[in-house]
């Protein structure tokens, strides 16, 4: 008679029914493999604070503090797309000038032929989606490398918002409807104290929601749960942090609009990263492409799917950026743009190598990355010093992810 069978014991469990202990020994296991996750970005950007704060008592003010979570939301949403593609282990390099070109776009639809603005702006999303699913389109269909399309889109897509403004260079942008919704002079409930302990109290409500529903689901599922105590802590640990942002912002002005769709935008990815269908099939295609069609995954149709998300958030940064001076110029989408759009998905933990890495990674890169430019302001520096520290930091965080994967396969993870 055979042997009953051992049945086999998720390491999940045995952690949870350890305790804080638990736990405890499951992230010394993580660093050990190499799964750093946000902690290197998480300390990074406590240092780089620190640093600030020392040099300059302005730093943490509350007034900066807006300014800083203003300006880095039209970057970070640009940054949103270029996570999709990323976590491909591909690259858009035409994302700047699909930006400048969208401004562009809305402003002659909105000013010049006085088209409803909401209207623009769907247009000028639309058509902005249209032009990643054309990238995405050669490169998955004929085979051309995503490097050398978004390169030859980059160039293009520039000079046809040359183009359109003309000889003027410019087309000036009404502060009203969706402008002045991004604009500086626009906070969440006009500009209400309550404002902000709004959205903080939708925000540990909404995490203490899911985090029932999924425990329940799971607890159904028979598979392994987070306990009560868990999530009990992780909403306090939001709470704490989100009422402290709250009060720290309305010593100021509140919380800007623009910010708060970034939020919104942000929560709606992770969503359909980690909860859809597409989504993971997104990360198996950046696992491995043969693997995933072997799996029956359409490759190529998250391919252009991808690329279609990267050009629609791509316009959305560039209508931020028109919001932020209500114009549309030659000197849209020109720049660092491009290169601090990558570097804040990569500073902020995902990967180039394809496969690993969250839609936060656009904010977390973005508070590096807008923390050291206005730091810098506020010291008086010269840009030429600011691009050096953000290359640095850039290279930091390419180099942290080649150790991190080189220490997993060590390990056995990869």
């Not at 088209?115 to 269909?141: D, E």
């Not at 570097?343 to 969250?358: D, H």
Request: with cysteine; proline share 3%; charged share 10%.
């Amino acid at each position: 008679m055979p042997p009953p069978a051992v049945q086999a014991i998720d390491p999940r469990l045995l952690i949870r029914e350890e305790g804080f202990k638990g736990y405890l020994t499951e992230f010394k296991r993580k660093l050990k493999g190499g799964e750093l996750g946000s902690l290197p970005v998480v300390v990074g950007l406590i240092i780089i604070w620190t640093i600030f704060q020392v040099k300059d008592s302005l730093f943490l003010s509350s007034n900066n503090l807006v300014n800083v979570s203003y300006f880095l939301a039209a970057t970070g949403m640009i940054a949103i797309g270029l996570v999709f593609v990323l976590l491909l282990g591909e690259i858009d390099l035409s994302v700047a000038s699909v930006s400048g070109l969208s401004a562009a776009i809305f402003a002659i639809f909105a000013t010049t032929h006085g088209m409803n603005p909401w209207l623009a702006v769907l247009l000028t999303v639309l058509t902005g989606i249209g032009i990643g699913a054309i990238h995405g389109f050669f490169f998955a269909k004929i085979g051309v490398p995503a490097f050398v399309v978004t390169l030859a889109g980059n160039l293009g897509w520039n000079g046809l918002m040359l183009w359109l403004l003309g000889s003027t260079g410019s087309l000036s942008i009404q502060d009203t409807g969706p402008m002045h919704l991004l604009g500086q002079r626009s906070y969440f409930m006009n500009q209400s104290i309550a404002g902000a302990y709004v959205l903080a109290t939708v925000g540990v409500l909404a995490l203490l929601a899911s985090s029932l529903v999924e425990q329940v689901r799971r607890r159904k599922a028979g598979v392994p749960f987070r306990p009560t105590s868990e999530i009990i802590l992780r909403v306090v640990a939001l709470a704490v942090v989100s009422y402290v942002a709250a009060y720290v912002l309305n010593k100021s002005t509140g919380v800007p609009n623009a910010l708060v769709i970034f939020l919104v935008a942000l929560v709606i990815c992770d969503f359909v990263l980690r909860r859809t269908t597409f989504g993971r099939k997104v990360f198996a295609v950046g696992g491995g492409i043969e693997a995933a069609r072997r799996a029956g995954i359409n490759v190529a149709m998250v391919r252009i799917a991808v690329f279609a998300i990267s050009g629609g958030f791509a316009a959305l940064g560039g209508l931020f950026l028109a919001g932020q001076t209500y114009t549309a110029t030659l000197q849209a989408g020109q720049g660092n743009l491009l290169m601090l759009a990558i570097a804040a998905a990569v500073i902020g933990g995902t990967s180039l190598f394809g496969g690993r890495g969250n839609v936060w990674s656009a904010l977390l890169g973005m508070l590096v990355i807008q923390s050291i430019q206005t730091g810098l302001d506020l010291l008086n520096m010269n840009t030429s010093i600011q691009y050096m520290i953000t290359g640095a930091v850039l290279l930091a965080a390419v180099v942290i992810d080649s150790v991190s994967r080189q220490t997993q396969k060590t390990s056995g993870r990869a």
